[in-house]
């Protein structure tokens, strides 16, 4: 696996004092596709489209069926509009719908409810991804808005296609929940790439360790809290859920609902896991980085320790205090009396050279040398 890289963050396009209620386009939203899957306990019937009359069309044509409209981009204020007024939908959910900066969270409204999850993936890149899922759950009708055309739910779609479980009689809640499972899973799929990543971080750590280690783990440390940051509210989402008595969410989907909250908690240890990896991985880069220099100033200070004594002899003979004055001859009482010694220069060579000897034999008996 690849360098996981910085994780980029889009700005708000909202005003400070903006009119709640105010549809307002991400400036790199995409323009819609819609599918639109139709399905009963006999059949499935699809439709794609760009507009609300592929829906209509298919109202009409599949009276009788559950309806799964899945609304791929949001560049389309016309099309958030006829939605609102169609299906009479709250100003503030069409808002918090193109308003892509949300937590997970769940809003109950008379006749449906809202729900909001957070998709994250790792793209081709290696970036880390943060688009915004949301959906609205009526009667017979779920309809659900993605920020961008991948495809996210091609497990659910073959599910939906082969009739599996009880996908196709459970109604729309329960599409919901299947929906919002698909994502929580994916979670999963992310955190091990990022154990993977730790894994091959913590071989380099003991192998071939450099300042880099720190920069890769304090990045995926960044990803960690990102996440931390989105399972947080999605477990209260799925709790909120969980203690609705809104007859869209019937006690079948409940109980699946449980194990999606299990899901969830399991990816929070995980989470919690990673994160004092990626603290000890730092921790312990440091500390050797630490030792590495107090290995360095060891050998250092040995060097000094030695040359020392042997800097102060060459001192005292480098001041030049003849013993006797070469002009008058005369005997200089208290000076150096080795100056002109015959072969003096040598005798203070391999007197320094035994000194030097001596602390080494010193140091190495006191373990000075242990492991330099």
Not at 1 to 30: C, F, N, W
Not at 173 to 189: K, N
Not at 292 to 315: D, H, Q, W
Not at 316 to 333: E, H, L, S, W
Request: aromatic letters at 10%.
């Amino acid at each position: 696996m690849s360098h996981i890289k910085r994780v980029r963050y889009r700005t708000r396009k909202h005003e400070v004092g903006d009119q709640p209620g105010a549809i307002i386009i991400p400036e790199d939203a995409l323009k819609p596709i819609i599918a639109v899957y139709s399905y009963n306990e006999k059949e499935l019937v699809t439709a794609e489209g760009h507009d609300l009359k592929i829906i209509l069309d298919q109202f009409a044509k599949c009276k009788d069926h559950t309806h799964w409209i899945q609304i791929k981009g949001l560049d389309d204020i016309k099309l958030m509009e006829d939605i609102g007024t169609y299906l009479k939908i709250n100003p503030l959910v069409l808002e918090d719908i193109t308003n892509t900066h949300q937590r997970p969270k769940f809003d109950e409204y008379d006749d449906y409810v809202f729900s909001v999850s957070r998709q994250i993936y790792f793209n081709e890149e290696n970036e880390l991804c943060n688009h915004q899922f949301s959906t609205i759950v009526k009667a017979n009708l779920i309809i659900s808005f993605e920020e961008t055309h991948g495809e996210h739910f091609a497990a659910v779609k073959a599910r939906l296609a082969g009739s599996k479980g009880a996908i196709r009689t459970a109604g729309p809640g329960y599409m919901c929940y299947a929906l919002s499972d698909t994502i929580i899973d994916t979670y999963f799929v992310l955190l091990a790439k990022i154990g993977d990543e730790l894994d091959r971080i913590e071989d380099r750590l003991y192998t071939d360790a450099d300042k880099t280690i720190m920069y890769d783990t304090q990045q995926l440390k960044r990803t960690l809290i990102i996440l931390r940051r989105i399972t947080w509210p999605e477990r209260d989402k799925i709790n909120d859920i969980l203690r609705t008595d809104n007859p869209l969410v019937t006690a079948e989907v409940k109980m699946f609902l449980h194990d999606a909250y299990d899901h969830c908690i399991q990816v929070m240890d995980l989470i919690e896991n990673y994160k004092e990896i990626t603290n000890s991985i730092i921790d312990l880069y440091l500390s050797m980085v630490s030792n590495r220099m107090n290995e360095i100033m060891k050998v250092l200070t040995i060097i000094s320790v030695i040359f020392i004594p042997l800097t102060f002899i060459a001192g005292i003979y480098g001041m030049n205090f003849a013993r006797v004055d070469p002009v008058t001859n005369k005997q200089m009482p208290d000076n150096m009396p080795e100056l002109y010694s015959p072969h003096g220069y040598v005798y203070a060579l391999i007197g320094m050279g035994i000194l030097a000897v001596i602390q080494v034999i010193v140091f190495w008996k006191k373990g000075w040398f242990t492991k330099l």
